[in-house]
C-alpha cells in the first residue's frame, strides 16, 4: 500500500506539472491527438471496407470464366456452356451479361447488368441511387440512351434500388436482356462471361486447370482471387493515405522529441529542487514517466474515439472518396462497426509506443542531474 501511496502523489505532482507549463503541453497535446486521429482513421475505414466487401463477396460466384484474346477481356460464346457443363465436379453455367456505359452529360460511367429475373420486361430500368441523383430522375422517368449505332432509345425508370446497398449498386442500371444488347449492340449467341458453380469447392483448382486445358483462351477466376484482390486494392489506397501524412507524422516526430529531450531550464529548476529536498532518482523519473503517460495515453484515447466517430457517424467524409475509388458517383453509406484488438493494438504501437520510448532516456537523464549544479543556474 505504501508504493501505492507514494506512486499516487508522484502522479498527482505530475499532473501539476503539466498544468504549470499548459501551453507547450497543449500543443504538443493537440498535434499527438490529430497524428492519432487521422492514422486510426485510416486504419478503420479500410479495415471495416475489407469486411463489408468480403461479406458481399461470400454470396459471390464459385468460378467466374472470362475469354481473352491478345490479353485483353473479349465477349465469350454461347458454345462454351456445354463444354464448361462437361467438365466433372461442374454442377451448373450460366452466361452474364454487364458492361459499362459512358454518359458525356455527367462524365460518369454506369454498370448494366442483365438480372438472373428481371420483373419488368423490355423498355424499363431500374436504377441505383447515384444513377437517380445524377440523371435527377425518380419513378417513371424517362432516361435516354445511346445504342451503339448512334440512335437513341428511351427506358423508364420502374424503380429505385435501396440505399441500404448504395456500396455496391450507386452506379447500377437492372434492365432487360434486349434492352441491354440493344443499347451496347452485343450480338445475341454471346455473353460478357460465364459463372460456374461447382459441388465440391475443394476441387476448385483441378476445375480451373482443366478448364484451361479445354478452353485455353479463357481465365478462370475463383471467389478467393478476387476478394484477395479486393484486398490489396484497399490495403494499396490506404497506404497512399497513410504516405501523405506521413509528413505530418514525421513533423509530430521531431516536434515530440524535441519535447522529451530538451528540457527547459524551468524544468531542469524544478527537478534540482526535488532532488534537493530528498526525491530519489527513482521518483523523478517515475514523474517524468507518468507525464509522458498522460499525455500519450489520453491522445490515444481520445484520438481512437474521434477518428471512430469520423468513419463510422460522419461517413469518413475527410478521405473516403480515396477509398471508395469511383471518378464521379460517390455512394453514400455507413460502414458498420468493426474493431478488434489487432487494430487498437497496431495503432498503439504506431503512436503511443515511440513517444514513450523517446522518454525512456531524456527522463532517466533528467533524474541524474545534480541538484548543485541546477541550483547555480
Known sequence: MGWINKQRNILDFALNSLLRRKGKNSALFVVYTGIIFLVSSIIFSSES?????????????????????????????????????????????????????????????????????????????????GVSKTFLAGKGDILPFKTLDGSYTSLEVADILSPDSEIVSSDLILLSEYDFRKVTGMQKGFYTDMILKVRNTRELQAITDKIRRILPDTRPITRNEIMRTYEAIFDWRSGILLAVISGAAFAFIIFAWDKATGLSSEEKKEI???????????????????????????????????????????????????????????????LVPFLDMFQITTIFFLTVAPYTVATIIPSWRAATIDPDSVMRL
Open 49 to 129: 471496407i475489407k469486411r463489408e466487401s468480403q461479406i458481399l463477396l461470400e454470396n459471390s460466384p464459385e468460378v467466374v470464366v472470362q475469354r481473352t484474346i491478345a490479353g485483353r477481356h473479349d465477349l465469350i460464346p454461347e458454345q462454351y456452356i456445354g463444354q464448361l457443363k462437361s467438365i466433372r465436379g461442374v454442377q451448373e453455367v450460366k452466361g452474364r451479361l454487364w458492361g459499362y456505359y459512358f454518359e458525356p452529360g455527367v462524365q460518369a460511367n454506369y454498370t448494366f447488368v442483365v438480372p438472373d429475373e428481371f420483373l419488368y420486361g423490355p423498355g424499363y430500368i431500374v436504377i441505383g441511387n
Open 272 to 334: 534540482g529542487i526535488l532532488k534537493g529536498i530528498g526525491w530519489e532518482t527513482s521518483d523523478v523519473l517515475f514523474m517524468k514517466t507518468w507525464e509522458g503517460l498522460i499525455i500519450s495515453l489520453s491522445a490515444f484515447f481520445l484520438g481512437v474515439f474521434f477518428a471512430y466517430i469520423h468513419i463510422y457517424f460522419a461517413s469518413a467524409f475527410l478521405f473516403m472518396p480515396v477509398l471508395k475509388g469511383w471518378s464521379v458517383l460517390y455512394p453514400e453509406f455507413r
